[in-house]
Nanobody
């Protein structure tokens, strides 16, 4: 059984930074591509960022490009999302995801249906 557990969410002022972590446990999924999605109240879950299993390739939604950075440490089975220059519109529940091992490219990573496992989510609130 695979578990993805997010941490690092919280309340921050606009312009501030947060670093989210996602620790995987259970069956080893270190070679799975990983990603982050978010969901604001009343809105659909949307893609934020993804990273290939090797960490070489990264993908970002236009809304976060240049401000967020995704990275991973396969030895620790952990994925990170460094969020800088946060804006009130970044307020959402952030979910970690592990994709199907066959998933590759932005078109696949951006689809919530491409994921195999989800974390429980962590709340990020950015005040103006």
């Amino acid at each position: 059984q695979v578990q993805l557990v997010e941490s690092g969410g919280g309340l921050v002022q606009a312009g501030g930074s947060l670093r989210l972590s996602c620790a995987a446990s259970g069956r080893t999924i270190s070679r799975y591509p990983k990603g982050w999605f978010r969901q604001a109240p009343g809105k659909e879950r949307e893609f934020v960022a993804a990273i290939s299993w090797s960490g070489v390739n990264t993908y970002y939604a236009d809304s976060v490009k240049g401000r967020f950075t995704i990275s991973r440490d396969n030895a620790k089975n952990t994925v990170y999302l460094q969020m800088n220059s946060l804006k009130p519109e970044d307020t959402a529940v952030y979910y970690c995801a592990a994709y199907s091992s066959a998933c590759s490219g932005y078109g696949c990573f951006a689809r919530p249906g491409s994921t195999e496992y989800w974390g429980q989510g962590t709340q990020v609130t950015v005040s103006s």
